[in-house]
């Protein structure tokens, strides 16, 4: 089976720096995705790791640990806009791709 | 291109009724994947479907069925329907599905069942 673990909330300041972490365990890996969601909306797609270490894209990075079952999603300079869901699904066996319950995370001034 | 479009937008059933979504993925896609949202439970995948053949199915009740059509178009039908079905139904699609191959979702069906 697959489980994911995401925390449920986070808050964090304009500016600043957060980090979500996301812990697997699944039958078969063939990679973890990052999505975003923005409340009412579809998720939109944020990083793909597949190998162990840090992808950076501009604001974003993520980070894999295969070893360790384990992730993060690395957000800097945060912007009001950036408050939203960020979900994190890993494609398993038989490329299944299963999400977490997403992390809710607030950006205030 | 034209994204995933998902239709209705907007649906309210009573209990014990069907329903029929559907999903028109992106042009040259050919996996569709359905999920259901709901808050407490998140995106909860249904089925993944592939060239017409169901490639996966997450652990829902035969009520919930689907299928994918030629031109990659895809369906999926509930069947007698409960008030714990409300949720936002998610359709998505990807070139093939697999390895980096990213999905993109469409706007979503809003069922209500009351």
């Known amino acids: 089976g697959q489980n994911i673990d995401q925390p449920t909330e986070m808050t964090a300041t304009e500016g600043a720096i957060v980090q979500i972490n996301c812990t697997y365990q699944?039958?078969?890996?063939?990679?973890l995705f990052w999505y975003q969601q923005h409340a009412g909306e579809a998720p939109t797609f944020l990083s793909y790791?597949?190998?162990?270490g840090l992808e950076e894209k501009g604001r974003f990075s993520s980070f894999l640990s295969r070893s360790k079952g384990y992730s993060y999603l690395l957000l800097k300079e945060l912007q009001m806009k950036d408050s939203a869901s960020y979900l994190c699904?890993?494609?398993?066996?038989?490329?299944?791709?299963?999400f977490g319950t997403g992390t809710r995370l607030l950006v205030s001034p | 291109k034209a994204g995933v479009t998902q239709t209705p937008r907007y649906l309210i059933k009573t209990r014990g009724q069907q329903v029929t979504l559907s999903c028109s993925p992106i042009?040259?896609?050919?996996?569709v994947s359905w999920y259901q949202q709901t808050p407490g439970q998140g995106l909860q995948f249904l089925f993944e479907y592939f060239s017409e053949t169901q490639r996966n199915k997450g652990n829902f009740p035969g009520r919930f069925s689907g299928r994918q059509f030629s031109n990659s178009r895809s369906e999926m039908n509930v069947s007698t329907l409960e008030l714990g079905d409300s949720a936002l139904y998610l359709c998505a699609s990807a070139e093939t599905g697999t390895g980096l191959n990213e999905q993109f979702f469409g706007p979503g069906t809003r069922l209500t069942v009351l």
């Open positions: 699904a890993v494609r398993g066996g038989f490329q299944k791709l299963v």
């Open positions: 042009s040259g896609h050919r996996s």
């Open positions: 699944t039958s078969g890996f063939n990679g």
């Open positions: 790791n597949v190998l162990d």
